[in-house]
């Protein structure tokens, strides 16, 4: 098959035209211009905690609140058996004395963090004051329970009233004591409380424990805790707007969402059992589909997703109706807004917004004709405004800083929850799926503080390491995933350092480590028996030590029944782990399989320059034993120029095709090696990784550019593109050559060309969405097109950027997203 002749552009591409000497970072970009405002719902705090609450269900969720929030600390800092001992003991009745049921030990509390102490150290005056309360009945006047309580108090939480007796407004009764009356008066008489925000964070625990063990079991109980804390707000729901179960659900599909109206005529229960019975069947539907494994129910999930964003999204507008009143100059304080329900509003509202975004167009216009919204920046930004993140605020003084770690304002029940967020979207979603905006630094400074509040927590350590490996420094992020210490009950959650160690040590070619990390996997996670299976069999593979080959082949031919579907579909990398297993067990060998793994991970983002120049040294000598193998009738058509009919169609297929050939038959003959039928599979694989890794070292971020390496880039995708015709089976890498070619054309600052051959990648579709074009010989699907569409899709906003920078408009924020200083924020 005859090569395609260079053509006048890429040569163009090779003379170094238009690259600037300089590589711009990728690890810290200018912030986005928001298309609109965001809002700031953390100064609409009106929650007065000197007020003795008119009801008893009041009463009992600020207590349950403050028990909760000491909860929560206790288990973001790693003491996680102590948490669930006392979620699982329960809330306190309003009334008795829980002091000897819940107060933590001495020394645990004393190693537990600043917030923990605080919560606790609130919660054990307001029992003391109870007793009081109870060993003195005499009535006293409100306005002097409001002093005590506020000189007792250290912050927002510290508004438990344990007190049960009747407020001195005489027959005046607040909705919530009309409203849920008759659950109030069952959960005296059985002396169980309706404490749904327990509910939910046992649902919250326990589907946490199902995402990270996978078992069906785990996830039919999450599944069951979740229904139980759906039912138990909805008890406490305001009678009109609770619906008729499923009918309500298709109906919101029509009616759109539940106006601000409504949420005026409840009192502080009704919302917030609003927002839990919305978050509750949220969660409940994810594990439903995770469980249920049927593409049939991500469609009726739908219906409960979309009843639940109702009335999110009714929650927001009340929220906005309230933020307008306080800029008109009008009193707020009766709306009684508490940063609980202004963290969980701004949490959920943002991931719809979040989520959604990441989905295809098509679908994306789909859903916002229903009501869907979808915008990335804004909802990260909304999260920002939460915690007063900013990043374009110069650092904080000492202080601002210490101000922060004490205001109450930023201790809502879901704050940690809103901080996370923007954080797993900088250093882990963004490694696989290219996103523009990203600040690594800005993700790090939200890191450092919550590091401050929980310095053992695993979550926050774990985004540390993952901080340190985006950034390339992969032996300070092994040292940190190793120093996390998980309790022995959640030791499944410990099994993601040891993958993210496993990556690490893939990356620098110690493949003794890696092996050892995969067999630890394998042998204790349910993740993915498949991919854990080729994994430990790729790593033994690659230390060449042939008394494990048994057990190699063995691995091997147990990946695929080690597949799983969730939502009806195969996960795209036990696909490419069952298709390269497959192989390894037909040819008895794999090309460079690390490596090859490696890619899905988007690792060679990670990788420093030397361990990247160290990678390709050893890709290059694969590709110099493979060129070795190349018939020579092959290596003879290179220099030969297309005849007249296969220019014709390289000119009609816009040059993408990398030489087409007219006679078709003496080709395959030509091209064939003896006992090696997947040759060309390998030959384009080793080609595009050299590619790859050529291209990461020319524009290593922050570094001068190279223009050496980016010449043998384009070189290795151009011989991609002239023998993938005669792939069999590892069809992404055409796919993947199209796309980094494109992407140092945006360097280049040729957009257009770049715009165009992506355009060409998303040009053929198949039915299910997201299909990408089949190469010419007519070979069969792209098992990662998914992962290539998300990259296309990811390069245009690319191309949008560089246009909008050279048009004089460069990346701005349209509104700070601090308002103000912290000290605004009741």
Known sequence: MPPSAKTEKDNEANQGQGFPAYNASRRQQPPPKLKKPVPHYRHLVRWNKDRVPDSVEEQQMNQDLTLLRHILDLFMNNKMAEAEGLLARGPVLVGESGENEHKAEPSSSSSSSTAAQKAMETFGEKQQQQKEQQEDPEPRHPQEKSQESHHASGDDFSSVTSSSAPSNNGNKKSSSATSSSEGGKKGKESKEPMAMYFELAKGIIQGLRALVTFDPEEIELGMKAFEKAIKTADKQRKGSIIGLGSVKAVGS???????????????????????????????????????????????????????????????????????????????????????????????????????????????????QFIG?????????????????????????????????????ANDGIRRQFCDMVPIIFQVIVSSFIPMNHIDLGYAQKINDYNLELYPESPFFLFFKGRHLQVTSQLDEAVATYNSVQVEPRWHNLSHIFVFESLMCAMMQADHDTACEKSRQLLKESRWSKCAFRYLTAITGYERGDNTEKKKIDNLMEKVEGGMQKVAGMNLFFETFCTRKSKRYIKEGHLLLPSYDFMLLWNTFDMMPPKVLQKALDTISSEVSRLQAMLPQKMKNRESQPLAPKDQTIEAASGGYLGGMFSNKNAILRDSKVSDYENFYDDYCLAFFLQGLVAYHIAFFPEEAFHQGMCDLAMESFQTVFRYAPLINDDTYTYYFSHYYKAKIWIHQGRLDEAQTRFKYLLSHSNTNLLGLPALVG???????????????HSGLLDIETARTAAAGGASVMGSSIRSDSIRSSK
């Open 253 to 367: 599909f029509v009616v759109g969402t539940i106006g601000a109206g409504s949420f005026r005529g409840m009192n502080r229960v009704q919302k917030h059992a609003e927002l839990i019975y919305a978050e509750a069947t949220i969660l409940r539907s994810l594990l439903s589909v995770l469980y249920h494994l049927d593409v049939w129910m991500v469609f009726e999930e739908c219906i409960n997703l979309r009843h639940a964003f109702t009335i999110i999204q009714g929650l927001k507008s009340f929220m906005d109706s309230v933020e307008s009143e306080l800029r008109a100059g009008k009193n707020i304080d009766h709306h009684q807004i508490d940063e609980h329900l202004v963290s969980g509003v701004t949490l959920s509202y943002s991931l719809y917004n979040i989520i959604i975004s990441f989905l295809p167009d098509i679908i994306v216009k789909m859903l």
């Open 778 to 792: 007519g070979k069969g699907k792209n098992s990662l097109e998914l992962f290539v569409l998300l990259k296309v």
């Open 372 to 408: 869907f919204p979808s915008d990335r920046d804004w909802g990260m930004a909304m999260l920002g405004a939460c915690g007063d993140w900013d990043p374009m605020a110069p650092p904080e003084s000492s202080a601002e800083h210490a101000e922060r770690l004490a205001s109450s």
